[in-house]
């Protein structure tokens, strides 16, 4: 796709659909506690996947590139009591490590087989009653194998007691996790390093406990950027003052660093983007995001637009998404003069030249790499390769982008 050197129109309204971090946890509760219903799910390809997953009779389930799918229906197939599944998935699914959650759920008493290559999906799930109730889980794993535990843990006869080893990353999505818990009446509590979620039966609740997703704080980072280049006004609506979403750390990032303030208007659950005037942009952006690493890539790019040096920590998880982000990010920034360094955990900006003169960005079959890098069309035009790529998190990317951009 071919994105022309665009300006930000003024004052426009976006209406981003439910978040799919939050919609995914709910699928898996509502289809094991029948007093749930959803309203505003997510229209992300990843949503639906998992959603056709659990109405599926099928003894085999391929969840193509759906990680969240992948960790969460590999503890919901765990309790279906004989029943066996093979949970398979794309190519690059099965490079993706899920031991520290296989590893979990077999000390939890589970049969499960690798088809393939010890530590990677396919996996052969033979479901079964689990009365254990204590686990230990590696704390610096990706959050969702610790979600994955915990949504069924309301289920499992004597509930279950998490203790996670070292020091916790991402955080706060299991905290979003435990709140959506509560919400539906499931006690549980995380005093330090341990996690206790308490045995319910949903079944006998009379009344429908009715869950309006919240929109997408991932999705909303892009047009953040789109405000810190574009220093135009916009509005996203279907979103909260107190969000239990990790990203939404982007609003006090972007007022820190571009300048964008977040203004609520809570009657409405809408959002304005306000460019302040005269900013004075920070000689260099340092800054963890062990808890929100999904904005990162959102980050870099608007630093580097803007070429303000930028020293990243906190994103081990990167290296195991849809494709080793860092890696993607250090090729891809490269095309937009931006010359970074990389380790494990980290990016660092080195320095900063003129951008190629036609700008091709490879996406690598990562949703987030294709959004990510669209505002930069404020500074220069390029290609993005792979457009179909955002059907995975926000299929209505490129037509919301339409009604906020002009040539």
């Excluded at 960790?71 to 197939?77: D, E, G, H, K, Q």
């Excluded at 810190?228 to 996203?236: C, D, F, K, M």
Aim: aromatic letters at 10%.
């Amino acid at each position: 796709m071919l994105l022309k050197k665009s300006f930000v129109k003024k004052n426009k309204t976006i209406q981003i659909s439910g978040s799919k971090s939050i919609s995914n946890r709910l699928l898996i509760l509502e289809t094991l506690f029948s007093n749930i219903k959803i309203g505003n799910i997510s229209n992300s390809q990843d949503t639906q996947l998992l959603k056709k997953a659990l109405s599926a009779n099928s003894e085999t389930v391929d969840i193509h590139h759906a990680g969240t799918a992948m960790r969460f229906l590999t503890s919901y197939y765990s309790i279906q009591e004989g029943k066996t599944t093979i949970l398979t998935g794309s190519g690059r699914m099965k490079e993706r490590p899920i031991k520290n959650l296989v590893t979990a759920l077999q000390n939890l008493g589970v049969e499960i087989e690798y088809l393939e290559n010890e530590g990677f999906p396919p996996l052969k799930i033979t479901g079964r009653k689990i009365t254990e109730k204590k686990v230990d889980v590696p704390a610096n794993i990706s959050s969702q194998f610790i979600t994955s535990l915990l949504l069924i843990a309301g289920k499992l006869e004597n509930g279950l007691e998490i203790n996670l080893v070292g020091e916790v990353t991402s955080r706060s999505y299991i905290e979003m996790t435990l709140d959506i818990l509560t919400k539906f009446g499931i006690k549980n509590s995380f005093v330090g390093n341990t996690i206790k979620v308490f045995n319910f039966d949903g079944n006998s609740q009379s009344s429908v406990v009715k869950y309006e997703v919240e929109s997408d704080w991932s999705s909303a980072s892009y047009f953040y950027s789109f405000a810190a280049l574009g220093r135009e006004t916009i509005h996203l609506k279907s979103f909260y003052k107190e969000s239990t979403q990790g990203d939404s750390a982007i609003t006090k990032i972007y007022e820190d660093f571009f300048g964008i303030k977040t203004i609520f208007t809570e009657s409405e659950h809408q959002l304005t983007l306000q460019p302040i005037e005269n900013f004075q942009f920070p000689e260099k952006i340092v800054l963890d995001m062990n808890n929100c690493p999904d904005i990162a890539q959102t980050l870099c790019v608007t630093a580097a637009a803007l070429k303000i040096p930028f020293e990243i920590s906190g994103l081990g998880t990167l290296r195991v998404k849809e494709t080793d982000r860092l890696l993607a990010l250090y090729n891809e920034l490269q095309k937009l003069g931006t010359e970074t360094e990389i380790t494990d955990l980290t990016i660092q900006s080195l320095a900063f030249k003129d951008a190629e003169e036609n700008i091709y960005i490879k996406t690598y079959q990562d949703h987030r790499m294709a959004m990510s890098f669209a505002p930069f069309c404020l500074i220069k035009e390029l290609n993005i390769e792979d457009e179909n790529v955002v059907e995975k998190s926000y299929p209505m990317f490129w037509e919301d982008l339409k009604n906020i951009l002009t040539n």
